[in-house]
């Protein structure tokens, strides 16, 4: 596709980072949203949603750097080049989380109300962020004959050149598309809290398992699957706790 979305003078802008900035923002305004309906007071959810970008962007880059640790033995610096893309979803997500929900429980907020707020916009914004990862060509998927295959041309991507790929990469936009979508229609019958944020964790999951089977790009093994399919059967586990298993207070 066109990881160089355009170029100012010596300023480079490319398509990634551009589509990162613009999921993280609307996740943030969705959160933010949510939190006004609960009543919560949403002037925290950029503070949160803030610190969690941060520390989500460096466990997302800590994760590929640990997956693809070869393709920075000539050149280290580049561990630091984010812009060109190379971040993992399920890093950015685990410690994104993590770190959003320390501050909360420093300011003593309830934390299962704000992990609802926190969840439609996460999926929203994964649909919106997926695409830099199409322009950029990471995350790319295997050969295929199917109709729908992508084949990328520009030098500059990710992917390998000249062959039909599955666009795994819309394949995860759409599948965080339809997972905000559910999300929005079920918290109108969802009456307890934590749960919205368990069938969160299951789609997620769910959806982040098939399409690994589709992606060529290396993510390290556990076995017979991918380690990013262990951290989804680890995810989907702690969704089927919040859905089913834990007692969670009335709204």
Same mark, same amino acid.
């Given at each position: 596709m066109h990881p160089i979305l355009f170029n100012i003078g010596d300023l480079t802008i490319y398509s990634y980072s551009v589509y990162l900035t613009a999921g993280c923002l609307l996740a943030m305004g969705w959160t933010m949203r949510? *939190? =006004? $309906?609960?009543? $919560?007071?949403?002037?925290?959810?950029?503070?949160?949603?803030?610190i969690a970008i941060i520390c989500g962007l460096i466990g997302a880059r800590a994760l590929y750097v640990t997956l693809y640790s070869h393709e920075f033995i000539s050149n280290p610096v580049e561990i630091f080049y984010i812009w060109q893309g190379g971040l993992v979803f399920s /890093?950015? @997500?685990? @410690?994104? %989380?993590?770190? /959003?929900? !320390? @501050?909360?429980?420093? =300011?003593?907020?309830?934390? !299962?109300?704000? !992990?609802?707020?926190?969840?439609?916009?996460? +999926?929203?914004?994964? +649909?919106?962020?997926? $695409? /830099?990862? #199409? @322009? *950029? /060509?990471c995350c790319y998927g295997k050969v295929t004959d199917l109709s729908?295959?992508?084949? #990328?041309?520009?030098?500059?991507?990710? +992917?390998?050149?000249? =062959?039909? !790929?599955?666009?795994?990469?819309?394949?995860? %936009?759409?599948?965080?598309?339809?997972? #905000? $979508?559910i999300l929005i229609f079920a918290k109108k019958f969802i009456k307890s809290d934590g749960k919205l944020t368990g069938l969160f964790l299951v789609l997620f999951s769910v959806f982040r398992f098939i399409i690994e089977f589709f992606r060529a790009d290396y993510r390290g093994h556990f076995g017979p699957i991918s380690v990013t399919q262990f951290i989804a059967l680890v995810v989907f586990s702690l969704g089927i706790y919040f859905l089913f298993i834990n007692k969670h207070r009335s709204t």
């Open positions: 949510e *939190a =006004r $309906l609960k009543d $919560l007071p949403y002037s925290l959810a950029p503070v949160a949603g803030t /890093g950015a @997500f685990l @410690f994104g %989380s993590l770190s /959003g929900l !320390l @501050f909360l429980k420093s =300011r003593q907020e309830p934390v !299962l109300p704000w !992990l609802d707020c926190f969840v439609p916009g996460i +999926a929203l914004g994964q +649909a919106v962020g997926r $695409l /830099g990862c #199409f @322009f *950029a /060509g729908c295959g992508i084949t #990328f041309t520009d030098l500059d991507s990710l +992917a390998p050149l000249g =062959r039909s !790929l599955h666009p795994t990469q819309l394949y995860h %936009s759409l599948a965080g598309l339809i997972t #905000f $979508l």
